[in-house]
């Protein structure tokens, strides 16, 4: 007996899954456009960016025995690549981060981006901490890299088409703007996709991330290049956005739903890789701590069910496949792995 499964976008949506692809029409209110924004074409050459043979693939020497990649081939013309924006110590212990982890000390913290490439589009999933003086770079203690890290890829920011911003913290949105006196978009011609729930979150945060939103989001809208969605939406036929809430109200991941071997860009659902083995360890910083094991549980069993790798931000862990251990349990190896150590 066959057995119909449904497809995997399905599976591992929060919620039923509407798929309301761009929202039409402007809403002048709050300076933001939706529906699609017309784009330039993408300029695209294979032969200056680091596009890997089938299976990983990587520049970089191998360290530890681990195999490191950066640039994974999902299928005939779908690539996923991680790149690293900064490497370091997490600003504070393990046991104030992690209060139940049961581990103490300091531990590395890596802040990846991640950069899928389809026929039609250049998307960049999260912008990481930013130059010195973006709020991340100062709070990590090191600026990012990305603008050299895209630079070795020979795409230049306004290749990119989409960015899709997994949720508001500033170490995932560090780079969307240059220039600290006149903050104007980074990436000037792609569309920056966020929550509605997310962006929703940040406006009430009050205080905290006030000038957060000055400088970071508020020059996205008057450009007239910040896209709220609602839910589950489709960026082109192997692309979608899933709800993945906990972290933050609005946080969401990227499903690229190649046919083969689907991969999931998670965000900060997982901060730690302690979260990947005990879905229910808390992160102190959580928005909603039970929807956040609820989203970690979520994704993982859907992982393990159906082979859905996983890229996290936060590890050097870059992708990992995940097995079933008991219903909160899993075990993860790491399918490629960071180059960059932290000391
Ligand atoms: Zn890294
Ligand atoms: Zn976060
Ligand atoms: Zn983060």
Not at 77 to 82: M, Y
Request: proline share 9%; with cysteine.
């Amino acid at each position: 007996m066959i057995a119909t499964r449904m497809p995997v976008r399905v599976a591992i949506a929060a919620f039923p899954l509407v798929t309301t692809g761009w929202p039409e029409g402007e809403r002048p209110a709050n300076g933001v456009r939706t529906g699609r924004t017309p784009l330039p074409s993408v300029r695209r050459d294979r032969q200056r960016g680091r596009m890997a043979p089938p299976g990983h693939h990587c520049d970089h020497p191998a360290s530890g025995g681990d195999v490191p990649t950066d640039t994974l081939r999902l299928g005939a013309d779908l690539t996923v690549t991680t790149l690293c924006d900064a490497a370091g110590s997490f600003p504070e212990p393990l046991e104030d981060a992690f209060p139940d982890a049961g581990n103490t000390g300091r531990w590395p913290m890596h802040v990846h981006c991640h950069l899928v490439r389809t026929p039609t589009r250049t998307v960049l999933v999260d912008a990481g901490v930013g130059p010195e003086w973006a709020p991340a770079g100062e709070w990590f203690g090191r600026p990012g890299r990305l603008p050299e890290e895209l630079a070795a890829l020979g795409v230049d920011p306004s290749e990119i088409t989409d960015v899709i911003l997994t949720h508001l913290h500033p170490d995932h949105i560090g780079w969307v703007v240059a220039d600290e006196d006149a903050p104007k978009p980074y990436f000037a011609n792609a569309r920056h996709v966020v929550q509605n729930a997310e962006l929703k979150w940040l406006r009430d945060s009050g205080e905290e991330y006030e000038e957060l939103y000055e400088s970071h989001i508020k020059p996205l809208m008057d450009a007239q290049l910040l896209v709220e969605v609602t839910g589950a939406a489709t960026l082109d036929e192997r692309l979608d956005l899933v709800l993945a809430p906990g972290h933050t109200p609005g946080h969401q991941c990227l499903l690229v739903d190649a046919p083969d071997r689907p991969l999931l860009i998670t965000g900060d659902a997982f901060v730690h890789r302690g979260q990947m083995t005990s879905a229910g360890l808390a992160y102190r910083y959580e928005e909603g701590t039970e929807d956040a094991a609820k989203t970690r549980r979520r994704l993982l069993s859907v992982a393990a069910e159906r082979g859905v790798l996983l890229a996290p931000c936060h590890l050097d862990e870059g992708v990992v496949l995940v097995e079933s251990a008991s219903e909160d349990s899993f075990r993860t190896t790491a399918m490629a792995r960071c180059p960059n150590t932290v000391a």
